[in-house]
């Protein structure tokens, strides 16, 4: 007596195959959610540990280490080479990486250093798909990437200390916390930065003395976090990236780097560190007053601007 066993017909085969591509598709975005609020998690780590850094430098210097030193030259312009190390460089100890400091010749200008070109996690946010892409191939070429900016100059463009209205340092500028009047449970330390979208693009290079690790002028064109704004970051080089009015990290081309946005890819909004070395998750629509030159005056100024002057003597409450 023969058996029969009754397979899949073709259709039933079809149907089943369909329901796992529609089981898979709704999984998948589930998946890409729980990996990216962990590389979310991770880059406000990195951010906190910025923060520890920080302190003890200060703990061990008396003050916040300098934006970097500038010898000769335009401090705002990144191709003029006698430049020496930065505050990522400086902070190098304090985030385990001795043997990287030790090699660093504080003799000789930051484009000539072999170590610009150490890719650190610590200093490059997980989010971004840029930190890992190719170095930048300005001012001397070989600058490796990240994602985090020490709030320089708020209230006017380029490098220079702003004084009162400025960030926690400036080019051959260290400031103390003693300096920072308006607290530093008020007061950005640094926040997220894009890298740049290609290898001319100089943005987001961890080493460079300069406003590739920094942000400044938060105000008119610049002033809002991931402001997509087409002039939102004056820069050199940007035409011969190709990137004027690209966004969404639009750019102005100069002759020298003056302006640079706060960014991340985070959806609607970034990471900042505050002096007092909390992280915290900014909006991108935290209230902020345009303003055409400058932060404009004090009781004029929106959250954003305040955040970012360590003695405006502002009132902020809460954000």
């Given at each position: 007596m023969?058996?029969?066993?009754?397979?899949?017909?073709?259709?039933?085969?079809?149907v089943?195959?369909?329901i796992?591509?529609?089981?898979?598709s709704?999984?998948?975005?589930?998946?890409?959610?729980?990996?990216?609020?962990?590389?979310?998690?991770?880059?406000?780590?990195?951010?906190?540990?910025?923060?520890?850094?920080?302190?003890?430098?200060h703990?061990?210097?008396?003050?916040?280490?300098?934006?970097?030193?500038?010898?000769?030259?335009?401090p705002?312009?990144?191709?003029?080479?006698?430049?020496?190390?930065?505050?990522?460089?400086f902070?190098?100890?304090?985030?385990?990486?001795?043997n990287?400091y030790?090699?660093w010749?504080?003799?000789?200008?930051?484009?000539q250093n072999?170590?610009?070109?150490?890719?650190?996690?610590?200093?490059?946010?997980?989010?971004?798909?840029?930190?890992?892409?190719?170095?930048?191939?300005?001012?001397?070429?070989?600058?490796?990437?990240?994602?985090?900016?020490?709030?320089v100059?708020?209230?006017?463009?380029?490098?220079?200390?702003?004084?009162a209205?400025?960030?926690?340092?400036?080019?051959?500028?260290?400031?103390?916390?003693r300096?920072?009047?308006?607290?530093?449970?008020?007061?950005?330390?640094?926040?997220?930065?894009?890298?740049g979208?290609?290898?001319?693009?100089?943005?987001?290079?961890?080493?460079?003395p300069?406003?590739?690790?920094?942000?400044?002028?938060?105000?008119?064109?610049?002033?809002?976090?991931?402001?997509?704004?087409?002039?939102?970051d004056?820069?050199?080089?940007?035409?011969?990236?190709?990137?004027?009015?690209?966004?969404?990290?639009?750019?102005?081309?100069?002759?020298?780097?003056?302006?640079?946005?706060?960014?991340?890819v985070?959806t609607?909004?970034?990471?900042i560190?505050?002096?007092?070395?909390?992280?915290?998750?900014?909006s991108?629509?935290?209230?902020f007053?345009?303003?055409?030159?400058?932060?404009g005056?004090?009781?004029?100024?929106?959250?954003?601007?305040?955040?970012?002057?360590?003695?405006?003597?502002?009132?902020?409450?809460?954000?």
């Amino acid at each position: 007596m023969s058996s029969f066993r009754r397979g899949f017909t073709l259709i039933e085969l079809l149907v089943v195959i369909a329901i796992i591509a529609i089981l898979i598709s709704l999984l998948l975005p589930a998946v890409q959610q729980a990996r990216e609020a962990a590389r979310r998690i991770q880059c406000k780590n990195n951010l906190k540990q910025i923060g520890l850094a920080l302190h003890n430098y200060h703990d061990a210097h008396k003050s916040f280490p300098p934006f970097f030193i500038s010898r000769t030259g335009n401090p705002s312009r990144i191709a003029d080479a006698d430049k020496g190390a930065n505050w990522l460089v400086f902070l190098l100890p304090f985030v385990d990486q001795q043997n990287l400091y030790d090699s660093w010749d504080f003799d000789i200008p930051a484009n000539q250093n072999d170590g610009r070109s150490a890719p650190l996690s610590m200093y490059k946010c997980p989010s971004d798909p840029q930190s890992d892409a190719d170095h930048c191939v300005y001012a001397g070429g070989g600058w490796a990437r990240g994602n985090y900016g020490m709030n320089v100059s708020p209230c006017s463009h380029g490098v220079g200390d702003d004084g009162a209205d400025g960030g926690i340092g400036a080019a051959n500028t260290s400031v103390r916390i003693r300096d920072i009047t308006d607290g530093t449970t008020n007061t950005i330390a640094v926040e997220e930065l894009r890298a740049g979208l290609n290898e001319n693009d100089l943005r987001g290079s961890w080493a460079m003395p300069g406003l590739g690790a920094g942000t400044a002028a938060m105000f008119n064109d610049g002033s809002k976090p991931n402001s997509k704004e087409p002039n939102s970051d004056d820069m050199e080089n940007c035409a011969v990236a190709g990137l004027f009015g690209v966004p969404p990290m639009g750019c102005f081309d100069g002759t020298s780097t003056g302006q640079m946005t706060a960014r991340s890819v985070h959806t609607g909004g970034l990471h900042i560190l505050l002096a007092d070395g909390s992280a915290r998750f900014i909006s991108d629509s935290i209230d902020f007053s345009r303003g055409n030159t400058d932060c404009g005056p004090a009781a004029d100024r929106g959250v954003w601007q305040k955040l970012h002057t360590r003695g405006g003597g502002e009132i902020i409450g809460e954000f």
